[in-house]
Antibody
Framework: QVHLQESGPGLVKPSETLSLTCTVS?????????WAWIRQSPEKGLEWIVS???????YYSPSFKSRVTISVDTSKNQFSLNLSSVTAADTAIYYC????????????WGQGTLVTVSS | DIVMTQSPLSLPVTPGEPASISCRSS???????????LDWYLQKPGQSPQLLIY???TRASGVPDRFSGSGSGTEFTLKISSVEAEDVGVYYC?????????FGQGTKLEIK
């Protein structure tokens, strides 16, 4: 059964870069699925950030495109999210998720990691 | 962006009774292949969201058959035929037709 686990700092200072890693177990990220980051905050609810296919296309939400970078480490079966120039509005629970396309759904989800932006 | 609107936002239900949640999209989610690209997710307390329904009406693996999805175009409904205590949580609809994928505000189901 596929398992996703987020990791990274729980506290980031304003204007700095938020960096999170997703470790995938029991499934190679180079296989035929997309992978994604979604976040959840009380103010904005669930927000899709980015989806990518290893060796293929990357799709960004316009709300994040200018600040997001995705990287992949196939040797560790991990992918990472970098979100630059963070503000308090970026405080949220960040989830890494597998995206199946078609028929277009997010499953499974990681447990999520809370990132707080504060000085 | 497609705007997803759910109702009600709060849904108290007696165990054994049915429940229904509506979801409306600001644009049609009907693909040329005849499928409507609408997903339903449930976020149980303290957990991450989990997939319930995709393509408007297809139950995900392991989802009990008391859950059903219906609708097409811009109007969708999630029904629970007989609510159980384990069904508490927040239900979200999500448009899966085009990016940026967007979610509804969520409907909180609680047991009376």
């Amino acid at each position: 059964q596929v398992h996703l686990q987020e990791s990274g700092p729980g506290l980031v200072k304003p204007s700095e870069t938020l960096s999170l890693t997703c470790t995938v177990s029991n499934y190679s990220i180079t296989n035929t699925y997309y992978w994604a980051w979604i976040r959840q905050s009380p103010e904005k609810g669930l927000e899709w950030i980015v989806s990518f296919y290893h060796g293929g296309n990357t799709y960004y939400s316009p709300s994040f495109k200018s600040r997001v970078t995705i990287s992949v480490d196939t040797s560790k079966n991990q992918f990472s999210l970098n979100l630059s120039s963070v503000t308090a509005a970026d405080t949220a629970i960040y989830y890494c998720v597998r995206w199946r396309q078609p028929p277009n759904y997010f499953d499974p989800w990681g447990q999520g990691t809370l990132v707080t932006v504060s000085s | 962006d497609i705007v997803m609107t759910q109702s009600p936002l709060s849904l108290p239900v007696t165990p054994g009774e049915p429940a229904s949640i509506s979801c409306r999209s600001s644009q049609s989610l009907l693909h040329s292949n005849g499928y409507s690209y609408l997903d339903w997710y449930l976020q149980k307390p303290g957990q991450s969201p989990q997939l319930l329904i995709y393509l408007g009406s297809t139950r995900a693996s392991g989802v009990p058959d008391r859950f059903s999805g219906s609708g097409s175009g811009t109007e969708f409904t999630l029904k629970i035929s007989s609510v159980e205590a384990e069904d508490v949580g927040v239900y979200y609809c999500m448009e899966a037709l085009r990016t940026p994928y967007t979610f509804g505000q969520g409907t909180k189901l609680e047991i009376k």
